[in-house]
DNA sequence: CGCGGCTTTGATGTTCATCAAGTAAAGTGG
DNA sequence: CCACTTTACTTGATGAACATCAAAGCCGCG
């Protein structure tokens, strides 16, 4: 694990609007010696299901994925999210230990902050924790949407609504690399592995899609808006 | 809708130590004043998928279903809970109208109180705050986790899943009367009403249930753990 | 270049939804 | 309280959707 412990630069990080907004200077400069910051490598774990949550943690940089393993070895994605959207993990404040794990899809840069550091803020400063539990809050709900969203649709919609969650709210663009394995998106959507690849194979032919490798283009989202809200 | 305005008793509510332990006896008193407790009878809905939040909502008495309805009227019923586990509207922090509806399914006491004024009792009191947050977490954390649950189970294991649940997290015995029809099981587990019906039948005739009317008794939880188990 | 993992495609079988038709139960109006 | 209507439940038969299996191709990596 690539472990750098950086210089503290709290007060202008990108991400203090986010949820350290209402905190003072004092807090902001107490709050970065208490602040590491790591990087963590494509496929690396960054949380393990089961350990013990003892440092509030939220994604600086990166991509990753929100999952939980079965005791047969399979996993089930819950959901992949970019920094801004993920604040450390969800069970934070309602658990000893880590429900579910969280790795690395793309080289990611996560902040850690001790949790009990975290806490005592919390009581110092209303109104920093009502915004956080606004903010836990959203990312549970688009949680249980995005699940509820899935669980809708047939294969085909499934996987016309994942591709539009990636063009639309992770890269932001009509092309880009599939950050995960068919098998990950297979675990994501609740279907085999050979009928995502199946399915996407379709979208190619009827040129929906077009794909070089890792790499897709969308060719024609409003077929793929129809098929997403068909399915 | 059975609108009943009751005199302040606050102070002394059984629901006082799961949320508002914190507070001090002046803001308790503070609270009363902006109480309402509703009654609602079965099948009433206390939350209106789109409708502005307005108050801060939590159960007191009963039992209900959290459900969103789809464009072509299907509904999605996301969890079935009892009171202290369950506070207020999920997106009551994070959203301006609810996501979600809420429906009675047995006769329930609701009390509300304004939303404005517990946001300033959660910054006059950080305690409450973080308290909140916990709760709203586990809240959240509960659904998510039943969610993939059933996700992960096939259709027998469902039914073992659901009917396990009922048996020990809402009413605690062997025996009950069925709370739901069948097709809000299968909306709750995503499946077919008939398959519900099919697989219930199944376990009739293994000998795991016995079914009289809505009253449902469990014959046999270790076959029945295990089927949840297995599928 | 050769090995192992990911991907692809086709063939097959299982699981499940859908349809239909009938029965029971529960509400409704006289 | 009874006849009527409607809604929920039940069961079987059918077909569609999807998982699984197997074999082959591709690609990255030592």
Redesign the pocket.
């Known amino acids: 694990m690539d472990k750098k412990i950086k210089p503290c630069d709290c007060e202008n990080c990108e991400f203090r609007e986010v949820v350290f907004a209402t905190l003072d200077e004092e807090s902001i400069r107490e709050l970065c010696n208490f602040k590491e910051e790591k990087s963590y490598s494509k496929g690396e774990i960054i949380n393990h299901e089961g350990e013990a949550i003892t440092d509030f943690k939220y994604l600086k940089r990166g991509l990753v994925k929100l999952f939980r393993s079965s005791a047969n070895g399979e996993e089930q994605v819950i959901t992949i999210t970019r920094p801004f959207e993920f604040v450390s993990n969800l069970s934070i404040f309602s658990e000893e230990k880590y429900k579910y794990s969280v790795a690395a899809l793309e080289d990611s840069i996560v902040c850690s902050v001790n949790l009990e550091f975290v806490k005592k803020l919390l009581t110092r400063n209303s109104g920093f924790a009502v915004n956080l539990m606004t903010r836990i809050s959203r990312i549970n709900d688009k949680i249980i949407t995005q699940t509820l969203d899935i669980r809708q649709?047939?294969?085909?919609?499934?996987v016309a609504f994942v591709l539009l969650y990636f063009t639309r709210e992770i890269f932001n663009s009509r092309v880009f690399d599939?950050p995960?394995?068919?098998?990950?998106i297979?675990d994501f959507i609740?279907?085999?592995?050979?009928?995502?690849?199946?399915t996407?194979?379709?979208f190619?032919?009827d040129g929906i899609i077009r794909?070089y490798?890792?790499t897709i283009e969308i060719a024609d989202i409003d077929k793929l808006e129809i098929i997403s809200k068909r399915?």
């Open positions: 649709r047939n294969l085909a919609g499934r599939l995960v394995s068919r098998k990950e297979a609740g279907m085999s592995s050979a009928n995502v690849i199946r996407l194979s379709n190619k032919r794909v490798g890792k399915g």
